[in-house]
């Protein structure tokens, strides 16, 4: 069992749990805009998302290693459990499409409760699941992850809970969206040269060290901007600015990336972003769920 858990890579859940939970705390602190939320839709809405997200991380490493991008030589944590012999591609393979099956019969389940813009949202977030290892390959991948993680996983959450399609949530979880898209540029970053060995082409690789040193440092720095302008608007409360309490973790991964100069000593700076979604969210959420409280 610790085999197959271990495959799907679980400590990247942050970054499709907690868009889910800030557009949950979203609605929260604006119940009194919705009547009647439907938490419980809610609730399997986020549990569906990290099904879909486990899913994606099994069907990409099948197809990294089919590609020859993932290799025992890899700088930082690769998952090593098809070079390693642990389980077959094939068995990986099956896995994930097993999982995306549970996510699906979620998400038909989801449909017949709240409705038809779930199953547009749904086909949406498969295609883009199922075939980002191509939009990877093509340096979109950080476009396809800011889509499915920073818009759709928000705005389906957000539907299912209130039962409408409601547009400012994707305000407010395109500031996770951005640090989670660090995740993978800081990955792509230091993994440049094993993609190139490989034949594929990321954003990184296109901008160059220089400029992914750049783009990072923009993501981060637009994440905070994007919460101070949802509080001026007052889609976020006043609370939300406990999301400073944050801010050294991001000064931290931040100067790491500025100063590198051997891939090496950017080997966590993926695990470190991770991280910095997971505080950076679960402190808007806690801003939102205390302010009517207050």
Not at 159 to 182: C, D, M, Q, R
Not at 203 to 222: D, E, V
Not at 274 to 285: G, T
Request: aromatic share 10%; net charge positive.
């Amino acid at each position: 069992m610790k085999k197959w858990i271990l495959a799907t890579r679980p400590w990247s859940l942050p970054a499709s749990v907690m868009p889910a939970l800030v557009a949950l705390a979203y609605v929260f602190f604006h119940k009194d805009v919705f009547s009647s939320p439907d938490w419980i839709a809610g609730i399997a809405a986020l549990i569906g998302a990290a099904i879909f997200h486990l899913a994606g991380n099994l069907i990409s490493d099948y197809f990294d290693y089919k590609k020859g991008v993932d290799s025992i030589d890899n700088i930082g944590q690769t998952n090593l459990t098809i070079i390693n012999g642990i389980l077959s591609a094939k068995q990986v393979l099956m896995f994930g499409f097993t999982l995306l099956a549970i996510g699906a019969a979620i998400g038909f389940l989801l449909v017949f409760r709240c409705g038809l813009p779930v199953l547009y949202i749904g086909i949406i977030g498969t295609a883009l699941t199922v075939f980002y290892y191509l939009l990877k390959s093509t340096a979109l991948g950080d476009l396809d992850i800011f889509i499915t993680f920073g818009l759709l996983i928000a705005l389906g959450t957000c539907y299912v809970t209130t039962g409408e399609l409601h547009w400012p949530v994707l305000a407010v979880s395109s500031a996770s969206g951005l640090l989670i898209v660090g995740i993978l540029h800081a990955n792509n970053t230091r993994d440049r040269k094993n993609d190139n060995r490989a034949g594929i082409t990321t954003f990184a690789m296109i901008l160059g060290l220089c400029g992914s040193k750049i783009f990072y440092t923009a993501l981060i720095i637009g994440a905070y901007l994007i919460v101070a302008t949802d509080i001026v608007l007052g889609l976020l409360p006043l609370t939300s600015a406990i999301v400073l309490l944050s801010l050294p973790i991001a000064v931290k991964n931040i100067r790491a990336m500025l100063r590198c100069k051997e891939m090496t000593e950017i080997a966590a700076l993926d695990g470190q972003s991770a991280q910095l979604v997971m505080i950076f969210s679960l402190l808007v959420a806690a801003s939102c769920f205390i302010a009517p409280l207050i």
